[in-house]
């Protein structure tokens, strides 16, 4: 339903807006609420000011406005505290040749490299990234002795496509090398050969993002970090009759710290709910949660915090985004509370709040209503409006 109301000049004072975001007992400190509260009250057409209850029509009115009807909702709702934290790829991994010779080629800081790709060239020759957990530590051919490091290898040539007719176990064989030759050949080998040298290949436990290099030019020896990295994830292959499945679970979390007075809002495997700085959420759980507080900067006035840790769990579909992101640590849920939208709020003159009400014969009067929590655009109300209600809302 959509119709026009007459609209008074007078709206809410940022001290009604005030005592709507404080009468909810949360410790909730997002600033961008609040001025969005803010900015849904004072905008154009978002709160009209009535001064009577139970007309149709306000008084003194000089405007046009159009609005629609939106039904009441009854909601559970969480409580939550929301602290400040840094959203990152936790410690930085080193990416170690086990060959010798100088740079040639190297990736570019920001750089994702995933299993097959050149991780970077010794000699003009390239050296790819391969996942697992065994670094290469010795040539493989037919003449190796059955191993978990030829089960690795033929693991990731498998997953790259490379395993035709190939039985993925710890036993190098003919089909071995030739599906090794094939993928040497594919990156650029100046000698294929089907025989894997150590200093071939890199093994991460995942995607890596570079963080920093050497300098192309530089003369490297076995046991050098070449590329200091950050995992992205952690990637975990199964093999079933030969073919690779593999997971990945993010790597990514939070640090933040708690003033010692919340040590008991949460504890280590809690869930919690990561807002990231485009509002999309990820779901996180508590790491890690330090025991011992320690002080936050200098002086006296110093105050004492603890060092938490959010693992993140689930990644929203837009992935993750470095930088300032916040944990919402939910302290209570309040059950089937009756919720209007924000827009919907009626600021009287002579001080409260009201919503329009659209009855069973299409007209509308005003409610004083009392508001309590809000959320996602949503306001909590009491009085006499019940969810299923029709509110009207500016078009």
Known sequence: MTDLIEAPVAGPTLQDVAALVGGQRTKVRRTAAIAAVIGLALGAGGVVAATQLGKSTPAQARTSVALQTVAAKSQDVNLYTEYAGTLGYGTAVGVVTRGSGVLTSVPAVGTDLKRGQVAFSI????????????????????????????????????????????????????????????????????????????????????????????????????????????????????????????????????????????????????????????????????????????????????????????????????????GPANVDVTNSVQKGLTMVPLRALVALEGGGFAVSVVGSTGASSYVAVQTGVFQDGWVQVTGKVSPGDKVQVPA
Do not use: C
């Open 123 to 322: 000699d003009e020759q390239p050296v790819a990234l391969m996942y697992g957990d065994l670094p290469a530590w010795r040539t493989l051919s037919t003449a190796s002795t059955p191993g978990p490091d030829i089960l690795q290898l033929e693991t990731n040539l498998a997953a790259l496509g490379y395993g035709t007719n190939m039985t993925v176990d710890d036993t190098f064989t003919a089909v071995t090398a030739a599906n090794l030759k094939a993928f040497e050949t594919a990156i650029g080998e100046s000698n294929p050969d089907g025989i894997l040298d150590p200093g071939e290949v890199v093994f991460s436990q995942g995607p890596i993002r570079v963080d920093s290099v050497l300098t192309r030019g530089t003369t490297v020896s076995a046991g050098t970090s070449v590329v200091t990295a950050a995992l992205l994830e952690h990637a975990q292959d199964t093999v079933t009759n030969d073919v690779v499945t593999t997971a990945t679970t993010p790597t990514q979390a939070v640090t933040f710290t708690i003033p010692t007075t919340d040590q008991g809002t949460f504890k280590v495997g809690d869930s919690v709910q990561v807002v990231q700085a485009d509002s999309s959420t990820a779901a996180g759980t508590v790491s890690t949660l330090s025991e011992i507080p320690r002080r936050n900067g200098s002086g006296p006035n110093a105050s004492l915090v603890l060092d938490v840790t959010v693992a993140i769990t689930t990644v929203p579909a837009g992935g993750l985004i470095e």
